[in-house]
């Protein structure tokens, strides 16, 4: 070959790298051959390599020879469906639109909570209008529906006097009951009632315990395994005292009302168990008023224990009057008060008459508006709703050193229960 023929052919190979080189942008279309021989000398090798994507850029910098696959790594899970609603990332657009199912919440407006707190229910947020004053709530519009409103709208309401205006004697509200009574097992939901409003021309809204639905619900009371028996050896059933003997005097009304286990140790009404407490009641047993703790922290394995919180919170002291002596008393003596906050009625504030209790009870009581009305005073059995039942009344018999009032399952008045055995109860409390 000739030294032209050479030369020809080493420009055609200088062009063929320059152009080349040029496109790579490590060259330029004048470079001469010594420049293209270093630019090419300083070209480095990078193997294969594997990136995952990640808040910042990242990037393969240029003149440089890709010896391997260089791989971005992906991911199934990129998808609309998991990227929130306005979001886009790498260019997929999300749809989610994230938080909890609230298809079944039952709020329906801001009415129904406290100002300055939100909610979601059915895919629309919710802002409390309910105004708080120094620690009061106040409530420019309590909702006509008793069941739709807070229990501290109620006793908002209640302590105002002006509950009237809004609810009606008869109305119900729902109540969760959870936990154990004595030996009664509850998770259920069961309605309360109104009996009384400012009952006695005192403000505040009586309830009893308890239906089954929130209208043309049936009448109940509870009932426990022992139901129509009697028991004696201090297990906590649904007699009025625990303790006693197999005869005469059985199971003693001694100390009444105010004295009885039940009211302290089933009811939770008063969180002061009786003097001789885990013993047959004796002519000297004597109760105890009520203190405010009964409320914020219940006896356990009570009625109030199973009480939601926000109730117990609103619930109101009740002073109120009964024999609390027992033992075939008929005095006015031995009609005084007890500070009680889940008591059972007396049977004057059931059947507005005086049959079988102290006949001084009455002069201090009153008929609760429920039963003056003409409502029924028979009760089923919260657990089997066909079957009638036997409720406690608070009053003691004065013919009797054992035996408390009660209602049967007539909706009659009845006096020889003896405090040993277990019956249903519906007890009050007042907001």
Known sequence: MSISSQITRITELRNRLRTKL?????????????DLTEAVEDITAKSAQTYTPGTTNQTIASGQYLTGAQTISGDANLTAANIASGVSIFGVAGTHTGGTDTSDATMTSGGQMLDGITAYARGTKFTGTIETYDGTVESTLPD????NNLWVIISTE????????????????????????????????????????????????TFQGFKTAQTSGVDVCLIDSKYNTMSSDGSKYFNLNHW???STPYNTNYGGWKGCDLRYDILGSTNIAPSGYGSTPTTS???????????????SNTLMSCLPSDLRAVMQPMT????????RSNTAANVNTSVDYLPLLAEFEVFG???????????????????????????????????TANWWERSPSPDSSSAFCSVNTSGHGYKNYVSGYSIGLAPIFLV
């Open 22 to 34: 040029t496109a790579m942008e490590l060259a330029t279309s004048t470079s001469k051959l010594e």
């Open 144 to 147: 006509p529906v008793l069941e």
């Open 158 to 205: 209640a302590q105002k006097g002006t509950a009237g205006n809004y609810w009606a004697v008869g109305d119900t509200k729902s109540v969760a009951l959870s936990g154990t009574v004595g030996t009664l097992a509850l998770d259920t939901t069961l309605y309360v009632y109104i009996i009384g409003i400012n009952h006695r021309g005192e403000n505040g809204i």
């Open 244 to 246: 006693g003997s197999s």
């Open 285 to 299: 047993r004597v109760g105890y008023d009520a203190q405010p703790a009964t409320t914020t922290s219940p006896v």
């Open 320 to 327: 109120i009057y009964t024999d609390n002596t027992g033992n």
């Open 353 to 387: 008459t005086r049959s079988y209790a102290n006949q001084y009870e009455q002069n201090s009581q009153a008929q609760y508006a429920y039963y003056s009305a003409g409502n029924s005073k028979v009760k089923y059995i919260h657990s089997s709703t066909g079957t």
